[in-house]
């Protein structure tokens, strides 16, 4: 191969690579900016393992209601259920979704992954600044971005009132 072939090919891919990684970018930050509030509460989780330095472990509780036997396929590892919303976006286990359902304006379809005979929505862990353990230990919901498509981001934590706790010490 000439060099100058390589040379391309090697610019070609990092050029591909950096255009997948700002798509994604983009797309997230669409999420974002467009997506809709829906707070989830946490479900309990073991207490040795909630807080572990600079993170808590976290579960919902609408993952709680997903099991083997509620997705149907016992291989299936993914798939999407339908939250029902309160008017103060905390949402609620309504079902599972199934392709090309209408829903209701209250209620959103959240993508859910099975790992490890674990059911998790959006991910398991949520990192804090250093020494801000007290604070988070009082979370109660955690605060997503969902988007029509069912792709959710965790964006915070609230605690009882719906407070949004802040990831800062207070100087």
Do not use: C
Request: aromatic residues 8%.
């Amino acid at each position: 191969m000439s060099r100058k072939l390589y040379v391309g090919l090697v610019v070609a891919a990092l050029v591909l690579l950096l255009a997948a990684a700002n798509f994604t970018i983009w797309q997230r930050e669409t999420l974002l900016r467009d997506g809709q509030v829906l707070l989830l509460e946490l479900a309990p989780v073991d207490p040795r393992s909630l807080m572990q330095g600079d993170y808590m472990a976290l579960r919902f509780a609408v993952s709680q209601k997903l099991g083997p036997a509620d997705v149907g396929d016992a291989a299936a590892t993914e798939g999407y259920v339908v939250v029902k919303r309160d008017a103060r976006n905390i949402g609620t286990f309504g079902r599972i979704y199934r392709d090309g359902e209408i829903l209701a304006t209250n209620e959103s379809r959240v993508h859910y992954r099975i790992r490890k005979r674990d059911v998790r929505i959006v991910t398991n862990a949520y990192f804090f600044q250093e020494g801000m353990a007290g604070e988070y230990s009082k979370a109660r919901f955690g605060e997503l971005r969902v988007a029509a498509n069912g792709a959710a981001l965790l964006t915070g934590m609230r605690d009882k009132d719906l407070k949004l706790l802040r990831n800062e010490k207070k100087s």
